[in-house]
């Protein structure tokens, strides 16, 4: 058997930090979780949570193979660190394959047309905008759910189907212990991984104006398939700080996403430096935090269907100052963990 071998030294040190903060991080959150009282729950959840942002992100690492030298090395640590954020039901290959097309086709490619279920179901679409209204994140945790029940909801994903079904009996099982022994645990979890779903949906919803597709399990492919123009002008990013870039670090540099489409097997701790090559030193070419809070708060009751009022249908470098300025609704539903 082969060991893990990383590409780089560079990669060897920052790739490596990254997963250990999220594996020791992850236990560390347990354990003040499952030892928390109602005045120290809170910083074991922010912990929790943010250790599966952190797995989160490394599986689109390992999706693009930028950790170790053997692809297939990338695929097996992208199926543990599944366990940590939740995303183990279905295959990492469907993962890599769902977003490999999205990056080669420049579209969002799915199966699961949101938009015609929810005008199919008017009652769920009133429960969602209003736990939405809240703040909870109803309609991603809808897709998450869909996620724990693939095989049984995706007729092309039904040969996974024992794969499901065991991963379900493990998962739910140690669920159900846990609201026996310690229920106080369970809500703090539940918690933390709402926490996973708001930080990848608040930071994917502003990095592409592309329309989505249900074209995944057909041939049919979009027509801008290959156009790196039109990529790049469709392409935004979003990051938390431009001033103080470390800051960037807590989501793996996800946010420099134009550099991430123009090289994506830049591994996230070259991002910024690429960036900064690709497009210079001006700020203007990033959508900074404060119009993505503002945009978040103000229009988060239209984003499912992008219907704010007043708000123009725009895109390309238009889309790029209507969101500097905080006058675009944003995304949903767009998470690479969701390969559907």
Not at 20 to 39: E, K, P, Q, R, T
Not at 122 to 135: A, D, G, M, N, S
Request: proline letters at 4%; a neutral charge.
């Amino acid at each position: 058997m082969t060991s893990w071998t990383f590409k780089t030294a560079k990669g060897r040190l920052w790739h490596s930090g990254a997963i250990a903060y999220s594996v020791v991080v992850y236990a560390l959150g347990w354990w003040l979780l499952l030892n928390a009282n109602w005045m120290t729950v809170l910083p074991s959840v922010i912990l929790l949570g943010h250790a599966m942002i952190i797995a989160a992100y490394l599986i689109h690492e390992c999706a693009h193979n930028t950790l170790f030298t053997i692809n297939r090395h990338n695929m097996q640590l992208a199926t543990l660190l599944g366990w940590i954020c939740g995303s183990c039901y279905g295959t990492v290959e469907d993962i890599r394959n769902k977003h490999f097309r999205h990056h080669v086709e420049n579209d969002d490619v799915v199966w699961f047309d949101y938009e015609a279920f929810f005008k199919r179901h008017p009652l769920v679409y009133r429960v969602t905008i209003l736990l939405e209204w809240c703040y909870i994140p109803a309609h991603c945790i809808l897709m998450h759910t869909i996620m724990v029940f693939t095989a049984f909801i995706i007729p092309e994903r039904r040969d996974q189907l024992p794969r499901n079904i065991a991963v379900i009996l493990i998962r739910g099982g140690l669920l159900v212990t846990l609201a026996l022994l310690n229920p106080l645990a369970l809500v703090g979890y539940l918690i933390a991984y709402m926490l996973m779903i708001i930080v990848l949906r608040f930071v994917d919803g502003l990095e592409h104006d592309y329309p989505y597709r249900t074209n995944l399990f057909t041939d049919e492919v979009s027509e801008n398939k290959g156009d790196l123009i039109w990529e790049q002008e469709h392409t935004f990013s979003p990051i938390l700080s431009w001033r103080y870039e470390w800051v960037n670090w807590l989501i793996l540099n996800f946010g420099y996403h134009n550099a991430h489409h123009a090289k994506p097997t830049t591994p996230w701790f070259d991002l910024p430096t690429l960036h900064r090559e690709l497009f210079g030193e001006n700020p203007d070419t990033v959508i900074r935090l404060w119009p993505q809070l503002v945009m978040y708060h103000r229009y988060r009751r239209y984003r499912i269907f992008h219907d704010a009022p007043d708000l123009k249908d725009v895109s390309g470098k238009a889309f790029l100052r209507a969101a500097q300025s905080a006058q675009l609704t944003g995304g949903n539903a767009a998470s690479f963990l969701t390969s559907f």
